[in-house]
């Protein structure tokens, strides 16, 4: 007996795009791919119209995440809860919501994340709008077996931060008293925190910030030919040499960068819409 052929990724993404499309009951414009979760935010989630990731055949029946409807910024989805590499994802899986939102009919991502700083001009918590990674991870979601409709074979990157966005996000977070920044992101696969070595080499290789997020889905979106913002929310300033994380502090500024990026997203959403 022959086993039947496992869809292709981009059968996947037709299966999962047009099924979000049908469940929202109508086609975003934006998404919001939260990887570090929506913080105050997730009382604007349209809980009636939240379409879980499993229930989405593309996904895969153990896919963790949904889509859903902000409330009062038409026309913005949010996914959040979804695959993480830190958790032992495939880069193809966190990439994957960036694919299927474009499918669906998106315009425009926006992805956000938890960040340390490598500078000490990076002050936590605060936001850095990403102008461009340095993938020392080296992990991308373009590496599984590509349909060319998803987007070209050799995407070129220089372009990945839409430069018009990164601008009124900057300039949205000046009015609303939100500390912000430019800078470069560079990105580990996690769970460990850094080394000092690897911070050391980071920031000499030209990063502001390093996550474990953000990069993957970014590389999927731009990818796609979705206009793309990143931005990093910084939970955690630069440390001494022989100075250990401070997961309780880490926390209250995770809490903090979260009010802040929410801010951010929402009025640039509604600016967008």
């Known amino acids: 007996m022959v086993a039947p052929r496992a869809a292709s990724l981009g059968e996947r993404v ?15 414009r934006v998404v919001w791919i939260a990887e570090g979760g929506l913080g105050p935010a997730a009382s604007r989630v ?15 029946r153990d896919a963790p995440g949904r889509f859903a409807w902000m409330r009062g910024a038409d026309g913005l989805v949010a996914f959040e809860g979804g695959a993480l590499l830190a958790d032992g994802a495939r880069a193809e899986e966190v990439g994957l919501p960036a694919w299927i939102a474009r499918r669906a009919g998106a315009e425009i991502a926006i ?12 002050a936590a918590p605060s ?15 373009l590496r599984a077996p590509l349909d060319e409709k998803l987007g070209p074979r050799f995407p070129d990157l220089a372009q990945a931060y839409d430069e018009e966005l990164l601008a009124r996000a900057e300039r949205i977070a000046a009015r609303l008293g939100v500390p912000f920044r430019r800078g470069v ?20 290789a030209g990063a502001h910030a390093v996550a474990q997020s953000i990069v993957v ?21 630069v440390k001494a040499r022989r100075a250990y994380a401070d997961p309780a502090a880490m ?23």
């Open 14 to 28: 037709d299966q999962a795009g047009e099924a979000l499309a049908k469940r929202l009951g109508a086609r975003p």
């Open 46 to 60: 349209d809980a009636g119209s939240a379409v879980d990731a499993s229930a989405l055949k593309g996904f895969g």
């Open 111 to 122: 992805v956000t994340g938890g960040a340390g700083a490598l500078e000490p001009a990076v």
């Open 127 to 141: 936001i850095l709008g990403v102008e461009d990674h340095v993938n020392f991870a080296g992990l991308t979601p």
């Open 185 to 204: 992101l560079a990105a580990t696969a996690g769970p460990s925190l850094e080394t000092h070595a690897e911070r050391a080499f980071l920031r000499g």
């Open 217 to 237: 889905p970014v590389i999927a979106a731009a990818h796609a030919g979705l206009r793309t913002l990143a931005l990093a929310g910084i939970v955690e300033g």
């Open 251 to 273: 926390a209250r500024a995770a809490a903090a960068v979260a009010e802040q990026t929410a801010r951010v997203v929402l009025a640039l959403a509604e600016e967008a819409a």
